[in-house]
């Protein structure tokens, strides 16, 4: 049972990336996923987040999260991305007991080890 984040890299500023969370060795459709990022030396924040009913709840501006349950994967969308952006991007899961999903870390107990997002000024 794990969760595989994909898709960092380098890009300039004002680029754009996709980042995708795979599951593997369980179906994601009753889950709940989060987006996570922890720059150098700074707490992890929450980014965006999906829940199995859909609902939604997302960094203003510049994220988009969606699911595809048919590839068990959790998609983030980053467009105008900023040298800020730049971090470790996390993505995690927990079992769908509420419609609503949270942006906070310590609602979630599975994770995946992270992709590394590197903007240039």
């Known amino acids: 049972v794990q969760l595989q984040a994909s898709g960092g890299g380098l890009v300039q500023a004002g680029g754009s990336l996709r980042l995708s969370c795979t599951a593997s060795g369980f179906t994601l459709d009753r889950y709940i996923i989060g987006w996570f990022r922890q720059a150098p030396g700074k707490e992890r924040e929450g980014v965006s987040c999906i829940s199995h009913t859909y609902y939604v709840d997302s960094m203003k501006g510049r994220f988009t999260i969606s699911r595809d349950n048919a590839k068990n994967t959790v998609y983030l969308e980053m467009s105008g991305l900023k040298p800020e952006d730049t971090a470790v991007y996390y993505c995690?899961?927990?079992?769908?007991?509420?419609?609503?999903?949270?942006?906070?870390?310590?609602?979630?107990?599975?994770w995946g080890q992270g992709t590394q997002v590197t903007v240039s000024s």
């Open positions: 995690a899961a927990v079992y769908g007991r509420l419609p609503r999903c949270s942006r906070g870390s310590e609602a979630y107990d599975l």
